[in-house]
């Protein structure tokens, strides 16, 4: 941490901070410049020191230099964490495709997706039980009954399931059926469900918050991690920003910010990040280039009788062009698409 | 809700639209221009109808005519909502001031705040007891314990007290000590704990998530209405841009927005709004003019040493100072402070 | 400048900043702490350096100390300056109101409007010849004609003029008409027209752009500042945000921190600011409260008609109670209001 | 356009409304719902009606339902159109690869980059004479002398050259020099610029906005078509956002978007859209994947050494790794990169 005074900073003002910080156990280094002097703070600093320092006189701006993450950080942990769930692993060469509805609505229309996007290459299959909605006259999902469908859909296709928990008092229940904790990006500063999901040891993926920067998203993720769970994914939904044509803004550079920053694994999210069946195939596409771990993508039989997000939903046949699409991008940038391959 | 056709669109496209909505038990109004047939929807439409209708061949755009809220909308209750605690009226001419320290952290710390807050005028003590942190490695707050403090205060100063709960299943228990339940930005679309937290009966104060438009607020109010709870208290707190220097953007415009749209009453919180000590006068100031019901300021007998947010919290001297620079203006656009009169 | 090293930086990559410094002309102090070690820069730095060390082996992070803007700092002229254009002057105890249509229109429109807002106590005319319009197909401004009808209206009146400049070429032909030339938000970075508006001597007024931060909005001033010119008003006018209730985000927040950084003069438009007229008058009560030294009102006399912004622009009548509303709230944080006296 | 009357709104106001379209030669029709009346506007709209209507009494909302933009939609002119400069097509198969230094400073600098990017399959050469900078004091290029040595090394290598254009007295002299006139960011709604370039019959390539929608970037598009001048590129660049890892938010979805709503060729700038060089390679093969017909890429001899954004600037070295990674991704979205094949 830097401390950095201002231009007419007194001597006694400058005593003042080194005193403070020797009372609190820190040294300071003083370097004076031409218009500045300035304070390197030296001892083990932690983060209210910054809001501490600011308030004392003479003191223009601080300056964190630790990283306020660890367990997530790649000096952490210099090796990809790879996640393993079943036969697919998440982080590795594998491009890993997460396909299915936006909610579980019938056995039918689950099942004829499961299977649709096995065939295509999919090789795990998503969909939602528990459902959060911006009004609370929409349809909130089946709860307990969609998990038990998901389960039966694992069961007959061989597919993996990923299902979003949203109440810390669920995670057990959701835990029993899921192979894949998924937290959605209005939780991801659910702190309270974040230590839950940590705590069951079950692969997690944490969606960043729409208005969460890439050093939030990793804090969060170090809730999960800090009570032990290494298995966990990232992945990127878009976030808010003015532009109104699509549903948020699909920040992509963020997939290879995440893997200087961390070890762990990033998907991409098209169908979330941008709103419109339309651009998920090529955006798809862009987040494979930019270096993906996998794609989650939204599947629907009907998308125009979906009770959910149908706007931004693929039919199987757009889902099987997409698969098509990526496919080529996937080989050109050295992944590779297991499902597909099983599928041939 | 509005359908509106591309240029290119067929009519065979027009009637399969028509012929759909029937099927749905809605009729269509058709509308030709030059440029662009429409059809109005008619009967009673179903928020998910947007996405359904959207997908159909030459559809070019749907647009939604009804508001998606209800309760919380003016038309639905045209008198103003006034929330009632203790001798406290929130909603109606009183300026009202909740003030305390952002955390709870001793005793001695609680009681000389709660004190001093009182003596300069405040009439309901804030203070948090489950603190939402960025960082698991951060200060989280005292739980029950502060929640015990609290309630000391209240019995000492006579102030009802206002605190933040976190989790669904923390209501119940947050529920028996506070006097209003707060829930935080991070939490406005926490769904579970808004339906938990209508249940209670109790008055809720529901903050604006960091990036959550003024609908979406909205909608989230709901939530707590739909459950017959109809003490809700709004707080406008800052929203997140590209500008840094404040901690989040005081979006003051909201306060008026809120006061047309809803009957709900609506205070506005500088502390957060700014992050900067020294432009939370300023700012309650403008709020109070932009007619906002009350203020929420965080107040600190040593911001310099405070566990959390030391860098927004005033002194006692400048909470006085605040709530003097406050007062001419509430006069001058017909509010009264209730504290203020009382501690003369 | 200080160079922030990351973790698992060598030394020999600590001599070689060491060693670049010094060929540079500069000094590097080094200080080592527990987890990074830093070097603080120390001679006469060029904005460029951070970029160049930013690329040298080993380096985290190169943070700027000094600020970049000196002109338009507090520390550099440490009285408020006060901008004079007949007998208003900008910056000090008066509240100035500039007021009048968006877009000069007619002879009749704009005398009438002249008429209205002197009456009500504005002290400047606004009104627009050269209109930036985000469509080519759009009403433009009548340009000369324009110019024209304001000078004829300040002789009318006796209020001096404010006007847009959007072309470094309409500089002198603008300047020969109006006292203030205004800059808008979307010319804020148009650096040529900085240059030749800081040129001409005359008091400008510099509109923050839509996505600007504090910062580059006074590092623009600088380029007014540097040319010779210290008539410069700022003014506030929203910025672009997710919320589309309103036009943009009135950022008021930014009131007080320009009189913190520094001793220019800054006004509020909350036309612009807000963009529907039943918020033009809380929100001029909001920004005069947060401490602006003027306010910036789009008046009309049928604002049904206007060929631009109708829907921010006042009615007579509605002007003349917001004059009435803004009165008391100046008053209450010690500011005058001239014109309403002389009207009086 | 489309007028939603308010649930209270009357039948006399209902009548109001249709009469004063009747008086602008327009007719509306009636559409009445359960809870809401609409009006269907027909006959030829203008864009000021959306304000005039919006103000009637009894109104809620206008929407337009006419694009406001003409000449530069898919609807207009449905091939896609091909800009052509010497022996490059832009907006067709080819991959077409700009790059060169961000500002030029020497001759010795300006050659070596252009031989060198020619080398690795670069079709146009980019370097900025006249630069815009936020500050003042920063490096603003080397004017006219620049210009010059851009057409000197156009020379030696043959390849066209596109600079930036700044002011609108400058256009005819860049014009005299440069193979495509580059319209910045900043610049986005210079309207005068706009119109001047466009006067020209020069290709032109007009940057994003940082603030810009996707609408707003298409009207300004419309600018220069409306001079009759049809040989113009889109650069997506970056948007702002509350993200600070990045320098900008870099909005891929913009391809995709623009793509299905005009028939401009698009390309995409990753320096500026990330601002640090290690993110340039990825998301310019994601810039690819996504649809662009081009790349932007700034490359310097001695990054760490340039007068301007040396931080987002690749060596020669890692330019040619950039196009060697970025040439199997065109190949998998059907593209060609006729620079490489032709440098093989």
Redesign the interface.
């Known amino acids: 941490m ?1 401390v ?1 005074m201002n ?2 900073s007194t001597e006694k003002e400058i005593e003042a901070i080194l005193e403070r910080l020797k009372q609190l156990g820190l040294a300071g ?1 003083l ?6 002097t ?1 304070i ?5 600093v932690f ?2 020191l910054k ?2 320092l ?3 006189a003479g003191v ?2 601080v ?1 964190p ?2 990283r ?3 367990l997530s950080c790649r ?1 952490f942990c210099p090796e990809n964490t790879i996640v393993r769930v079943g036969n697919v692993a998440i982080g590795g060469d594998d491009l890993v495709v997460m396909a299915g509805p936006c909610a579980v609505e019938t056995r039918q229309q689950l099942m004829d997706t499961a299977r649709a996007v096995k065939a295509a290459g999919a090789s795990i299959l998503r969909g939602g039980a528990f459902k ?9 999902g089946l709860g307990d009954d969609g998990l038990r469908l998901l389960a039966e859909a694992r069961e007959e296709t061989g597919l993996p399931v990923i299902t979003e928990v ?4 669920d995670v057990e229940l959701v835990a029993r059926y899921a192979d894949i904790l998924q937290v959605g990006a ?2 991801m ?4 469900l ?1 230590d839950e999901v940590g705590r069951t040891g079950k692969p997690v993926m944490l969606k960043r ?3 969460a ?4 998203w990793l ?1 969060s993720a ?2 999960i991690l ?1 009570q032990g769970n290494r298995q966990l994914i990232l992945c990127e939904r878009g ?8 549903r948020n ?9 995440i893997q ?1 920053l961390s070890h762990l694994p990033v998907i991409a999210d098209p169908s979330h ?2 709103g419109k ?3 998920v195939s ?2 798809a ?7 993906a771990h996998g794609l989650m993508i939204e599947v629907h039989p009907t ?9 931004q939903s693929l039919t199987f046949e757009n889902f099987e062009k997409l698969m098509a699409a990526v496919s ?2 996937a ?3 050295g992944k590779k698409m297991e499902g597909l391959a099983r599928s041939g």
């Open positions: 830097i950095i231009p007419q280094h370097s004076r410049g031409v218009e500045r300035v390197g703070v030296v001892g083990k983060p209210e809001d501490t600011e308030l004392l223009d701006d300056v230099i630790s306020p993450f660890k000096e959060p909605s911006t009004s609370p006259y929409q349809f909130r949203m109440a810390p008092g209005r939780n500063q659910n702190f309270i974040l918050g729409m208005s920067t890439i050093q939030e804090l170090e809730y800090a976030i808010r920003t003015f532009e109104t044509y699509t803004t699909f920040d992509l550079s963020a997939i290879p910010v200087k990040g941008t069946w339309y651009l090529p955006m596409r862009a987040a494979v280039a930019a270096g998308p125009d009788t979906a009770l959910k997000d149908g706007a080529p991008v080989a050109a940038v």
